[in-house]
């Protein structure tokens, strides 16, 4: 709709850097494709960035996710354990490697919950020949996707441990969490999906930075990050002959993009600070109304506030989330629920979830506020006021 664009959106990107300069240069020395100086820039600077030895550009999250999964060593018929509350990218992403995801609960931060995910595997599964098996199907349990929801780091000190006892890959996906680092515990000092076998981060229109589309993979481990490089440049052997061993895939990032990425990426430590402002502005001034909540935030991480979370006490509020929605958006709001469950939805329906109870209630209750970086104060208060004045 035509008034879309006079609201106040949930999460659009700021360009204001170096973009334009950059993206210049690509057109004007014709390197647009997926050669060109600033595919590798990008990966050098988001590596250094982020803590890690190698990062690999693709084309999106989601194929930095398919093809991290198969390098983790995801095999058809294999299961993948995963919350069921997330984006439904990393659940396809099993999915394209012919696996099957177990869903599991949610904690209080919106991630999937460590305790039920370390009794699900002490209790359903059994570990012979090398590999976690699943009591109720059989099947080996070859990796676990830990996401990192609204840039909230998941807590992973006791988890990844038995993971790696119990020959389960941790593949993080990093997609929302660019600028959260571990401040407490085991991996303190670490960015997220810096403590897995491999992570994957987003570069989406509405991610902390930009490139229209992108992804990234990032891991410690040259092997793995060699393969990556390879089986997102169509696992070429001879690329001038075009032999291939291995079917790969046409996944890697645009010098285009890239030339934007290196621009935003400039511009990430402003952005961190406004996230911050922002975050601390809507917490302050509904703190003392007693039906709404600014979600919280893990204490034991460093966060990036991508996206800013209304809990919704509908008994004293008197509307529900759905009412709100609709209330803020005649008033130019953008707001958005939570993802709904993905155990729940169509094509995924006959999958195991495990105990999911927390997912639910957060879902049922809770409202994606505007957070953009470049959201101003005035639109902060509106957007405030129209939530005080039900």
């Known amino acids: 709709p035509s008034h879309f664009f006079t609201m106040i959106p949930l999460s659009v990107p700021s360009i204001k850097g170096n973009e334009w300069q950059y993206v210049k240069e690509c057109i004007d020395t014709e390197w647009v494709s ?27 999250g989601t194929s930095a996710l398919q093809v991290s999964l198969r390098l983790a060593g995801v095999q058809p018929g294999n299961e993948v354990i995963v919350p069921t509350l997330t984006f439904i990218a990393p659940v396809n992403a099993i999915v394209y490697n012919c696996a099957k995801p177990i869903f599991m609960d949610t904690d209080e931060y919106f991630n999937i919950d460590a305790e039920k995910t370390i009794e699900f595997i002490n209790k359903e599964t059994v570990f012979k020949d090398g590999f976690t098996c699943n009591k109720k ?12 929801v609204w840039g909230n780091a998941a807590w992973q000190d006791e988890l990844v441990p038995l993971c790696e006892e119990r020959n389960i890959a941790v593949v ?34 509405n991610k902390i930075i930009t490139t229209g589309g992108g992804g990234m993979i990032i891991s410690n481990d040259q092997k793995l990050a060699d393969k990556a490089r390879y089986l997102t440049t169509q696992a070429k052997d001879d690329p001038v002959r075009y032999i291939h061993d291995e079917i790969g895939y046409n996944y890697r990032l645009t010098n285009i993009l890239a030339a934007l990425g290196v621009a935003q990426l400039e511009q990430l430590p402003g952005f961190l600070e406004r996230k911050r402002e922002i975050f601390f502005k809507y917490q302050t001034a509904l703190h003392d109304v007693d039906d709404l909540t600014i979600a919280d935030v893990p204490g034991y991480a460093e966060n990036n506030h991508w996206m800013i979370l209304l809990q919704i006490d509908k008994k004293i509020y008197g509307e529900d989330r759905e009412e709100l929605m609709h209330r803020l958006s005649e008033n130019k709001i953008q707001t958005r629920p939570a993802w709904a469950n993905i155990h729940l939805q169509k094509p995924y329906r006959n999958c195991q979830s495990y105990k999911v109870e927390k997912a639910e209630e957060l879902v049922a209750n809770c409202l994606c506020l505007p957070s953009s970086s470049n959201l101003t104060d005035d639109k902060i208060n509106n957007v405030i006021s129209q939530l005080a004045n039900k």
């Open 34 to 60: 997926s050669a060109g100086k600033y595919v590798e820039l990008f990966e050098e600077k988001i590596a250094e960035y982020t803590g890690v030895k190698f990062a690999v550009a693709c084309m999106n």
């Open 137 to 148: 199907t059989g099947k080996r349990i070859t990796a676990i996707v830990p996401v990192h």
């Open 172 to 205: 993080e996906d990093a997609s929302e969490s660019l600028g959260t680092f571990y401040k407490e515990g085991r991996f303190k000092g670490k960015h997220t999906g810096t403590v897995g076998k491999l992570g994957c981060l987003s570069f989406n229109g």
